[in-house]
């Protein structure tokens, strides 16, 4: 008997958290958002989200496949990728430009770079960006919800141009009632996906809480309107701001590890969307702010490496 | 609120399988192994040769070093062989066996002392002579403990049992909370301390209600409740959690002011003082999913392990590993043959192998292990400076400063070892930070 024990270092037990629990634990979280997105634009919606997720999984696998590497498309992560960016566009958007989307994300931006935890920017952000440099036009035209086809702006773009279009109420942007994409405009489903990452321990609060917090402040202080709450609800709760603080601004790979880290993260994010939104040429600038700050999270975490244990003071002399 | 730390995690603690289960004193068995390194410091040398009739806390080695602790025999009987034998460290090491006749006479020179009316270094001798050591395990010798460098304000019972299965620190509260208090009294008097601390984790509610009940208790013992989180039992962590101050890196407790004393050992130093017998017999607890009865024994000291794990029913199925310790932190061994020592406080047997590490898995860098650290460390940065050799980068990250504690190879969903690749670099961190040292002292 004894030839058969196992010897190795310890710890001996292990977490039941695996990468593919978490990856699951996202995709659950996204789903209120999802529903609530095919509910308002229809059965297109249906299909953009499948075709994204599906172009997205097998990009990875093709790719993985061609390059001889381990197969990953079983650890999710191309899944949420997929289901990300389908989340981040109109449901008017031509389908192959979706696929052509989903393969950038991950081959360009995540395959590219040596793949899961390796990506310098998220996949789904990258890929939305590229989307809407490449066809602007096909980005920004969004159908009104609840009717297929009208094109109709969106509450942002309508505040930014002063356009003499009436806003949806407030309740419509909190069920989702607002032309948009297809994930940004339940603040609701938004917010329930997050509770749930919450309870799961999946994310921390910090950045998402910093992110809004910081944005908020200065929308209310140097916004367009300033002090002016209804402008400012408005400003929170459309334009995707949720959907990148809660699911966006916390993903793992490009933000920082550290605590002051994520909290200069989440500030960072706020004060770019600010930015954008008030003096920028586009109505909305979370997905950009979110890219600029990915791309200094590297930085943030190597000026923000927690003081240890030991090194934190507090010598008693007695 | 419950007294704790920054970082940590509640790791499932199994601790129900024997928590409830009154610990059983085993017979001895007929050959006794005691090998001669139960303890950190100067090696031992003999002091009995085979054909020698001992009794029970009779020395039978000892060393002329201060830091050092001698091993006592827990049975009367005679020594019939002086030779290498495993050990839980997995190595050989000089033990002496001795043949048991059950008759368990005690040694003529094992009588009880008042404290009270010895001076303070006749206590610390009488310890030291006892060879108690740290009993959770680390074996550091308490009479070197007890005579620290530096003025000392607080001396701590540790009595967390953050371990996962681990219950029997918990059993000696429940059974025997008034030797817990006795062998603090002990301390506080060798220090010159009015007044002195209980830490134990909230799991053990019944533990601390025994102890606050027991005929020791009084005003100037205070037992403070810690949360329930693992490393809250290491030493940093609970003078943390009960003084709020930071023993600095690279520093002892006694520069924070404290001195940490296991629970364990403190009933053996109430043991020594009230029947003048060296620890002999201590509590272990038998447990795990391949053990038919999880148990908590009271074992001399050189019973074989299997032994034990015979009177907890043996095994329900072949188990694939078998650890001296807790999980987090004990050490797997090769066979069961090694004895009992002063610092086994726990034989678990485990069915499913607790993992084995996955390499291939990308860190997603979720920053776990970052959030979780009990010293505030980032261990995949560590890690990561081990696999590519990095030193000067992993003395940066204060590699140095890991206690070793496991919970971020414990929490990592990618399922990575960190702890090993950390366990790795660090001795080339020390050798370069002593290289430093030497050249700055020059």
């Known amino acids: ?318 | 609120m419950a007294a704790t730390f920054k970082g940590g995690y509640h790791v499932d603690d199994h601790k129900s399988l024997t928590n409830a289960k009154p610990t059983q004193m085993l017979d001895g068995c007929d050959v006794h192994i005691f090998p001669l390194r139960q303890h950190i410091g100067a090696p031992l040398t003999p002091c009995v040769t085979v054909g020698d009739y001992v009794y029970v806390g009779q020395k039978l080695a000892d060393s002329d070093q201060f830091v050092s602790a001698p091993v006592h025999s827990s049975v009367s009987g005679t020594v019939i062989d002086i030779k290498q034998h495993i050990h839980d460290s997995g190595t050989m090491i000089a033990s002496v066996f001795v043949e048991n006749d059950r008759k368990y006479e005690v040694y003529k020179g094992c009588v009880p002392h008042d404290y009270r009316n010895m001076s303070k270094e006749n206590v610390l001798e009488l310890i030291r002579d006892a060879g108690i050591v740290g009993m959770g395990g680390a074996g550091f010798p308490t009479h070197v403990k007890l005579q620290p460098n530096t003025k000392v304000t607080h001396v701590l019972i540790n009595g967390a049992e953050c371990e996962p299965y681990i219950t029997s620190d918990h059993r000696y509260m429940l059974e025997e909370p008034e030797k817990i208090i006795y062998g603090l009294k002990v301390c506080m008097y060798v220090l010159g301390l009015s007044d002195g601390y209980i830490g134990v984790e909230t799991n053990k509610q019944d533990g601390m209600e025994s102890l606050k009940n027991s005929s020791e208790f009084n005003e100037h013992i205070h037992i403070v409740p810690l949360k329930k989180k693992y490393p809250q039992g290491a030493e940093k962590q609970l003078i943390k959690a009960i003084t709020g101050r930071n023993v600095p890196a690279g520093k002892l407790p006694a520069d924070a002011g404290c001195v940490v004393i296991n629970a364990t050992t403190a009933v053996m130093i109430s043991e020594l003082f009230k029947t003048g017998i060296p620890p002999v017999i201590k509590n272990v607890t038998v447990s795990g999913d391949a053990i038919k009865n999880p148990s908590n024994f009271k074992v001399r000291i050189g019973t074989p392990v299997k032994v034990l794990i015979d009177k907890a029913g043996g095994f329900v199925s072949e188990p694939q590993k078998i650890i001296s310790g807790g999980p987090m932190m004990g050490i797997t061994q090769y066979n069961i043959d090694y004895p009992v020592t002063k610092t086994t406080s726990s034989v678990l047997a485990m069915v499913k192998a607790p993992k084995t590490y996955d390499e291939d898995a990308p860190c997603i860098r979720c920053g776990r292990c970052v959030s979780h650290c009990p010293m505030h460390l980032m261990p995949y940065k560590i890690a990561d400076c081990s696999k590519k050799g990095d030193v000067d980068t992993a003395k940066d990250y204060n590699a140095l400063e890991c206690i070793e504690c496991g919970l971020c190879s414990y929490i990592c969903p990618a399922n990575k070892n960190l702890l090993q690749f950390i366990r790795m670099i660090k001795p080339d961190v020390m050798k370069k930070v002593r290289g430093e040292a030497q050249k700055n002292g020059k």
């Open chain 1, 1 to 318: 008997m004894e030839n058969n024990l196992i010897m190795s270092s310890s710890p001996h037990i292990h977490t039941s958290s695996t990468i593919t629990k978490i990856m699951l634990d996202v995709i659950i979280a996204l789903l209120p958002a999802t529903f609530v997105g095919v509910y308002f634009f229809g059965l297109r919606a249906a299909l953009v989200v499948i075709v994204a997720v599906m172009s997205a999984v097998l990009s990875e696998w093709v790719f993985e496949k061609v390059t001889k590497r381990k197969n990953t498309v079983s650890d999710l992560s191309a899944v949420v990728t997929g289901l990300l960016l389908a989340l981040n566009v109109s449901s008017l958007v031509p389908l192959w430009m979706v696929a052509v989307g989903s393969a950038f994300a991950i081959i360009i931006v995540k395959q590219m770079f040596g793949g899961l935890g390796k990506n310098f920017v998220n996949p789904a952000l990258g890929a939305r960006c590229f989307m809407l440099i490449a066809w602007t036009g096909a980005m920004t035209t969004f159908s009104a919800p609840l009717a297929d086809t009208v094109t109709s702006a969106t509450p942002l773009a309508i505040m930014k141009d002063g356009m003499d279009m009436a806003l949806p109420s407030v309740w419509d942007c909190m069920v989702g009632n607002m032309s948009g994409t297809i994930g940004e405009v339940s603040a609701i489903a938004l917010i329930i996906g997050f509770i749930y990452l919450l309870i799961r321990q999946v994310v921390s609060i910090k950045i998402p809480a910093m992110y809004i917090i910081t944005f908020a402040v200065l929308t209310f202080l140097f916004g367009k309107n300033p002090m002016n709450a209804e402008y400012l609800v408005y400003q929170l709760l459309t334009g995707g701001l949720l959907l990148g603080a809660f699911f966006m601004a916390t993903d793992y790979t490009t933000t920082p590890t550290t605590n002051l880290g994520m909290l200069i993260f989440g500030i960072g994010c706020g004060v770019l969307t600010f930015l954008i939104r008030r003096f920028g040429g586009y109505p909305e600038g979370v997905s950009f702010s979110i890219l600029l700050m990915n791309l200094v999270s590297p930085l943030l975490e190597r000026y923000t490496v927690p003081k240890s244990f030991g090194n934190r003071g507090g010598v008693y002399h007695g």
